[in-house]
């Protein structure tokens, strides 16, 4: 979306469109899934699924995989939720503008996913307590509680996590 110092030095630079400029759906770091809608039709930039999708017919063209045959990002979700597992939403709930948890509790136990040792995730609670964008922020980074050991407590969770 944006030119940063990374972009400037990339060799292809494809035109993104920020969310207010795309219809789709996504999922945060706690799960939630939200359906998303264009405010605006902006000109030049593509959505995400545009881009995978010319991406993969310019390189079905070069004999290198198979073109996106989905035109659209809603069917494009149709197919994700008939196919992943947790991704049966309600969804009337998400075109009022609600949000739904993907959950994958209806998988059998033997194809549950262990996360490898020391891996980052969500609590599921707030965005970025994971600590993996937050760590970047020199702010955060300059307050007393962060120059302390965040695992100091006795428990399992970091002290800053505990309410």
């Known amino acids: ?23 789709g759906s996504l999922t945060n770091t706690a799960g939630e899934v939200q359906l998303t809608h264009r405010a ?29 045959r989905l035109r659209t990002a809603e069917a494009a979700f149709d197919e994700i ?14 075109l009022a503008g609600g949000s ?5 509790s209806h998988r059998a136990p033997e194809a549950a996913y262990e996360p490898p040792a020391g891996a980052v995730f969500s609590s599921q609670d707030y965005l970025f307590t994971s600590g993996t ?9 300059s307050t007393s509680e962060a ?10 969770t970091p002290s800053w996590w505990q309410r």
């Open 40 to 68: 605006i039709d902006p000109q030049g930039p593509r959505s995400d699924f545009d881009l995978l999708r010319i991406l993969s017919h310019q390189l079905s063209m070069l004999g290198m995989g198979t073109p996106i």
């Open 100 to 104: 739904e948890l993907a959950t994958a």
């Open 1 to 23: 979306m944006f030119l940063t110092e990374t972009a400037q030095r990339a060799d292809v630079v494809l035109p993104a469109a920020s969310t207010y400029e795309k219809d």
């Open 81 to 94: 939720r008939q196919h992943v597992a947790g991704y049966d939403l309600s969804y009337p709930n998400l």
């Open 147 to 156: 120059k302390q050991s965040p695992w100091s407590s006795s428990t399992s």
């Open 133 to 141: 964008l937050g760590r970047y922020c020199s702010r955060l980074n």
